[in-house]
């Protein structure tokens, strides 16, 4: 995890921080909440489901069949955005692990709203006002349309990779108004 704040239209990213087994994420990123101002969670997980899904779902019987193609009933609108700006599909949410993920990430927002008082909102807009707000990102993607290495940089062994990145993510930094 890693906690960041802007100064003078920079981002300083001031912590990285590997929660230890016995540590809360909730907890670590509830400490970094101060309230009355703005507050920007973004994270590495889808925040929704389709609204195809829920739809075939909800009057759906066991046995019975699912009336709506496989691709638009797993496939959000933002993942075939993503696919379409950067050439890369996210996994389907709807029918992939991923869902277990985006369900941990939605328990981890409630579970900040619960310790700070402070409902975590979705930010469907650039403009926030204070309050605390959630973005889903997707790394991959960042990167790639940032002319920045994407592939192959997870995993213990690809410290060098990672280096690059980060290194590559300064330098593009320092050399834009808006990162």
Not at 22 to 46: C, F, H, K, M, R
Not at 104 to 124: C, E, S
Not at 137 to 143: E, S
Request: proline share 6%; with cysteine.
């Amino acid at each position: 995890m890693a906690h960041g704040y802007l100064s003078d239209g920079k981002l300083i990213v001031d912590k990285l921080v590997k929660p230890a087994k016995n540590q809360s994420v909730a907890e670590i990123v509830s400490s970094w909440i101060v309230p009355g101002s703005t507050q920007l969670l973004a994270i590495d997980a889808p925040l929704g489901w389709p609204v195809s899904l829920g739809q075939e779902l909800f009057n759906h019987v066991a046995g019975g069949i699912l009336n709506t193609e496989a691709n638009t009933l797993f496939r959000r609108d933002t993942d075939r955005f993503i696919k379409e700006k950067t050439g890369k599909l996210p996994l389907d949410v709807g029918a992939d692990r991923i869902a277990r993920t985006a369900h941990t990430a939605l328990q981890l927002l409630n579970t900040i709203t619960m310790l700070t008082g402070a409902k975590v909102d979705l930010a469907w807009s650039p403009e926030l006002n204070p309050g605390c707000w959630a973005i889903e990102t997707y790394p991959a993607a960042t990167l790639k349309m940032s002319s920045i290495r994407f592939q192959g940089y997870k995993g213990p062994e690809n410290i060098a990779p990672r280096q690059e990145i980060c290194a590559n993510l300064r330098n593009k930094h320092e050399t834009t108004s808006r990162y």
